[in-house]
Structures are given as C-alpha cells and as structure tokens.
C-alpha cells in the first residue's frame, strides 16, 4: 500500500495545482512542481518517506538515523506529507488572497486533491505496519544459517573426507563406506565417546590440534603429524590411545585422543 501510494502521488504532482471556474479557456495550471513549498513539504516528504518504510521493512537489520527506525522517520515524514497536503486544500492560493479585492481564489486542482488522498494513504499504512501483526515481517526473509559442517571437513573426493575414493593402502574403505564395510555416517559428532576395545569398529576422525603419531613399536620419536582439516582412519584401540592411519598408508598410535571428533 505504501509503494502504491508512493506512486499515486508522483503522478499527482505532474497534474494541476489548481482549479478555477472563471480561469479562461486554455490557460494551463501549474503541477505540484510549480510550488516549492508544496513540492517539498508534499510531494518529496511524502515519497522519501515512503521509500524510508519500505526499506525499513525490507532489512532485517536496518541502520538507525538520530536513535530511530528507518520505518519511524519514514511514517513521520508521511505523516507531516498529508499534514502539508490538508492545509493546501483548505487553501490553495495561500498568502495570495490577501492581494487585490477579488473575492475567492483558485480552488485545489485535480493534482493538490489526489496528493491529499496518497499522502493519507501513505500515513494511514506506515502507522498501521508496526501495530497490525500481519504487517510486522520484514519483506525479505532472514538468511538461513549455513548447515554445521564437522571439524576439519573436506571437499568431496579428497583424501581425508568420508565416503570418498582413498589411495591404496591399508584399510581404505570403499566411497560410501567405511573400514569393515558399514555405512559411515556423513555428519561428524563432536567427542563421540570411544566404544570399548573389545567391540572396537575402525572409523574416522579428526583432531582440534597437530597432535604427533608415534610408531607402533613404543619408540618416544614421532613418525607424522596429524593436522587438522584432515580426516584419519582409526583402525585400532588400545587403550585410551588409538592405531591412526596417515594419508600415505603409515600406521602410528595417536596417545592424545581428547577432543576429538569422529565422522
């Protein structure tokens, strides 16, 4: 309704100020532009007001002006249009009478009558857009929130990412499925619990931090890295500490298993 209005009233102030019975035959009537006081105080208050509403509903966050809403200074500035338009109806000449003796002046032209009517129009749904609850939502939706996606997750065929093709190497899974065969689910969950050795079934990680992969033998010198955004398979436990696979096929224990996340 707002936007209607808007453009009801920019077609208005092209039309006729004024209107008289007596003017003679062709004379032309100024528009709305002829008058600055009108064209101000009517015709463009009336349609930056407007356009204040309507992006004031169309942000969901929209910036403030002096501590207001963009929607507030809109629905006072339409206010304040109509305002204008009503007093230049009740008289159109203004300070114009108050020359020479003739009587009456031009009355409101078909231009200054329609602009009364947009500008009230325009007033009546800017005040009426934050009390009716049907007019409160903004015109656009919000963004949706971007879907969680588990640590250190990879592009799709990728080293790393499960359910995709592996190099060869020990205990590579097949695309969709992990070590062992099982469906693999596709959404990491964050410090799953670890199932116990005896029902250990092999899965994938990947760690918060680069934490060392030390050799299977219980040499104290690291033979990798695990870094993260890196998916690693998990092929054994013992204990608290796991038997990882790396990348180029190498098996290690990782001894610090805090923080981790399972694909």
Known sequence: MVIGAAVLLFIASFLDFYSSDGAPEGLEMPSLWGSGPVLMGVVLAGIFGAALVVVGRGLTQAPKVAGLELGQVGAALTVFAAWSALGNI???????????????????????ILALVATLLMAAAAIATPLVPALKG?????????APQPYGAQPPGGYGYPGAQQPGGYGQPQPGQPYGGQP?????????????????????????????????????????????????????QRGAALVAQTQDGRRGVLQDTSGIQRG
């Open 184 to 236: 693999q689910p596709q959404q990491a969950q964050a410090q799953a619990p670890q199932p116990p050795a005896g029902d250990f079934s092999p899965f994938w990680f990947a760690v918060p931090v680069p934490r060392p992969l030390f050799a299977e033998d219980g040499s104290p010198t690291p033979i990798a890295e695990l870094a993260p955004g890196t998916w690693y398979l998990a092929v054994e």
């Open 138 to 146: 903004a015109l656009l939706p919000a963004p949706r929130p971007a």
């Open 90 to 112: 009740f008289d159109p000449a203004s300070a114009n009478n108050n020359f020479g003796a003739s009587g009456d002046g031009p009355d409101a032209g078909i231009g200054l």
